[in-house]
């Protein structure tokens, strides 16, 4: 699929964009240490050149914190297009200002920021209105262009179909347009505070948001991982009577209970979840968010559809969805979906009147400000309950897989550098991979 996805968008050209994803190296040629993409599941550390000031609005953070996100499977297993061998991957990351361009008026060296998780260009319409995440002016993606008719924004570290862009789990990041791109974060807030700022905390706040959850919803969540333990939390801060939270794993079942007093349905044992679901809430649900992934099929069918390349995506949550939600109910797809699935319900869809929202990827820059002024600070919601474990950026090639396969229980983890400070009061201390024990 890479090979042909990649020769296809070379047959196409690229689209116009006001950056661009190559990096000048620095000068003396140090090397950095990065996690690179090689094939499915083929990820490596690397050394790799570090980069510099390359376009006048660019600034070169030294990472202090990343992390893996949900979202990186599904390069890992090699299920977003337009991958290519060496790509350094990650999208979510944090860091300290080292050098920035002739044109960046607001941050200065040593300045602590979080970055976005795609690039905004901060002058276009989209971008007006503080929706980053659709800028149309940071994306060189033709394949993109032509399956959705429109592109996104450039991601960092997400395959050529969002840009090609150097991605932050290494030491050393290139922050286009650094000025609209990057946070300033207070001294009073940790960088484990401050991390998700990045792409899990907006990502969450805004499949709550959009929507539409309201005081005295009954809301459902399928997958429990980072994404659906925030959403929980944040559907409840909005005024949910109920949260029932869908998943297998029985780690983040109990995680999601415990922690948040979540109702969950452990689809293992309860195979016909809408019918669950109606036994927990016989009116249906108001509000049904997916916040899970696409690339575990639970059905014979689809599996084989899967395999096939019959289809790209599976349909099943957003058939349980449709289906467990009440009539002129609210259905959000948050979970990054990439192609295409048979078997939809249409008929549930049309017949229930059910809104059926692509929240589509959270625009960073609309909520972060909101999260961390209005929420983090003064404390009405402190991210690091979610964070679980600690590694060195030395492990980051087996934080995939054991993440992948949930190990030790994993839910969120910080991945330090060189440069980052000693753990915060109360999370996790830095531990290895090798040393985890499977559940």
């Not at 620095?26 to 690397?46: H, P, Y």
Request: proline share 5%.
């Amino acid at each position: 699929m890479q090979t042909a996805a990649n020769k296809f968008q070379e047959y196409l050209g690229t689209e116009p964009a006001v950056v661009h994803a190559e990096y000048k190296h620095i000068e003396g040629g140090a090397s950095m240490k990065a996690l690179a993409w090689f094939g499915t599941n083929d990820v490596r550390m690397v050394a790799a050149p570090i980069p510099d000031i390359t376009e006048p609005d660019d600034v070169i953070l030294q990472v202090t914190g990343t992390t893996i996100c949900g979202s990186d499977l599904h390069l890992y297993h090699g299920e977003i297009m337009a991958l290519q061998k060496g790509d350094i991957l990650g999208h979510e990351f944090m860091g300290k200002v080292f050098k920035v361009g002739p044109n960046v008026k607001n941050l200065k060296p040593g300045q602590r920021v979080v970055s976005s998780f795609q690039i905004a260009c901060g002058k276009c319409e989209y971008c007006k209105e503080n929706l980053s995440s659709f800028c149309d002016r940071t994306n060189t993606s033709s394949l993109q262009n032509y399956m959705y008719g429109q592109r996104d924004a450039g991601f960092f570290g997400y395959s050529h179909f969002t840009g090609g862009f150097p991605g932050g789990q290494a030491e050393y990041v290139r922050v286009p347009i650094g000025d609209v791109n990057l946070l300033p974060i207070p001294d009073n807030i940790s960088d484990e505070k401050a991390l998700y700022l990045s792409d899990v905390l907006p990502t969450s706040y805004h499949t709550v948001v959009d929507t539409g959850v309201k005081p005295g919803d009954v809301v459902g969540i399928w997958g429990l991982g980072p994404i659906g333990q925030c959403a929980a939390r944040w559907a409840i801060l909005k005024g949910a009577s109920r949260v029932i939270g869908i998943d297998r794993i029985p780690s983040r079942l109990q995680f999601a209970e415990s922690k948040t007093g979540v109702e969950t349905i452990d689809f293992s044992q309860f195979s016909d979840v809408t019918k669950r679901i109606y036994e927990l809430c016989p009116r249906g649900l108001d509000v049904a968010l997916d916040c899970g992934t696409f690339h575990e099929p639970k059905t014979f069918t689809h599996k084989i559809q899967k395999t096939l390349l019959l289809e790209t995506d599976v349909p099943e949550t957003i058939n349980e969805m449709i289906v467990s939600v009440r009539k002129m109910g609210r259905c959000g797809l948050i979970a990054a979906y990439a192609g295409f699935a048979n078997a939809v319900n249409v008929g549930a869809l049309m017949e229930k009147g059910v809104r059926l929202i692509g929240n589509g990827q959270a625009p960073v820059r609309k909520y972060w400000e909101e999260i961390l002024n209005e929420y983090i600070i003064p404390g009405k919601f402190d991210p690091t309950f979610m964070i679980t474990h600690r590694v060195p950026i030395d492990d980051l090639a087996k934080l995939y897989p054991a993440f992948d396969k949930r190990i030790d229980g994993v839910e969120k983890v910080f991945v330090e550098t060189r440069f980052s400070s000693a753990p915060s009061s109360g999370c996790p201390r830095t531990s290895r991979v090798d040393d985890w024990k499977s559940i």
